[in-house]
């Protein structure tokens, strides 16, 4: 009998802080979340460039570093970067489908794999990349995050996920 009861406290106390953990790490996941749309709500967020004409991004942002294209394999995916200090517009005709940025919803260049889990929870992750929805505006939004082969980020854009 004492045995058992032995057994019984380690097993409580691994349940107790196995279910905590599974808790926190939800808890943590819906804050980031909160987190995302305190940020779209208070106009710092950067998925508001989505959808800027030519006209708005020069107007806000001016002129650009540099220009390049980057060619699809199809001629509709064909996009014109406009390059600035710290973000990269991509144009398709006259509006801004996606922007990429060093840094954004928590997230930077060179945080690992793990640091983005807990900042965005666990998303949508595949083969060097990981896939987070963001609140709708006008057009669905997706949050991307590409990792190198060492998983640290590598690339962070936001964009149009109807595109």
Do not use: C, H
């Amino acid at each position: 009998m004492r045995y058992t009861r032995y057994i019984r406290v380690p097993f409580f106390l691994f349940s107790l802080l196995y279910g905590s953990a599974a808790v926190w790490s939800q808890q943590t996941a819906m804050d980031n979340r909160s987190a995302i749309a305190v940020q779209m709500d208070t106009g710092s967020d950067i998925s508001s460039f989505i959808g800027l004409t030519l006209d708005e991004l020069f107007s806000r942002f001016g002129s650009p570093q540099s220009v390049y294209a980057v060619r699809g394999l199809e001629a509709w995916q064909d996009d014109v970067v406009f390059i600035y200090n710290d973000r990269d517009f991509y144009v398709y005709k006259n509006r801004v489908w996606q922007v990429g940025v060093k840094a954004g919803y928590g997230v930077k260049i060179g945080d690992s794999l793990s640091v983005v889990t807990q900042i965005l929870g666990n998303g949508s992750y595949f083969e060097g990349y990981l896939l987070a929805p963001l609140p709708s505006r006008a057009w669905p939004l997706t949050l991307r995050v590409n990792f190198d082969k060492n998983q640290s980020v590598s690339a962070i854009f936001i964009y149009r996920s109807d595109f």
